[in-house]
């Protein structure tokens, strides 16, 4: 799939006004950001020898102590090529950026990887029936 930068920007956007706003409204000194995609050292940190397709770099909330001011933000990344890449028609790509945010912020909440696997194919069979019975989506 090819899209434009700023194409994509509207798919993400999208994907975070779909999250209720009473979580949201949780989550603190976050940025999320858009990469084309990851850099050699973000893999090898990671040790990720597969695709990537979003990072969570920062302190989950979950470990913050008394006083979280000061702190530097937390950085929510999207990589673009790499979920362009694995997703086959706008649809699936609709779904994929939405998945792989919300997996992202649940990092920032504190869940690791091994939470989230069954997780994210229930939020992804989710969006798939929200998708087929919505055409707004």
Excluded: C
């Excluded at 673009?80 to 950026?97: A, Q, Y």
């Excluded at 939020?123 to 798939?128: G, I, Y």
């Amino acid at each position: 799939m090819d899209l434009s930068d700023e194409q994509f920007d509207e798919l993400l956007d999208e994907a975070w006004n779909q999250i209720p706003q009473d979580f949201k409204a949780q989550i603190d000194n976050t940025v999320v950001v858009i990469e084309s995609e990851p850099t050699g050292e973000q893999l090898r940190r990671m040790k990720i020898r597969g695709l990537l397709l979003g990072l969570f770099q920062g302190v989950p909330k979950t470990a913050w102590g008394r006083d979280a001011s000061g702190v530097i933000p937390n950085k929510i990344t999207i990589f673009r090529k790499t979920i362009l890449l694995v997703s086959k028609d706008m649809k699936d790509l609709k779904i994929t950026i939405h998945v792989v945010l919300m997996h992202e912020i649940a990092h920032y909440f504190g869940y690791n990887d091994d939470d989230m696997f069954i997780m994210d194919k229930k939020m992804r069979a989710r969006l798939l029936k929200d998708y087929d019975s919505d055409k707004n989506f």
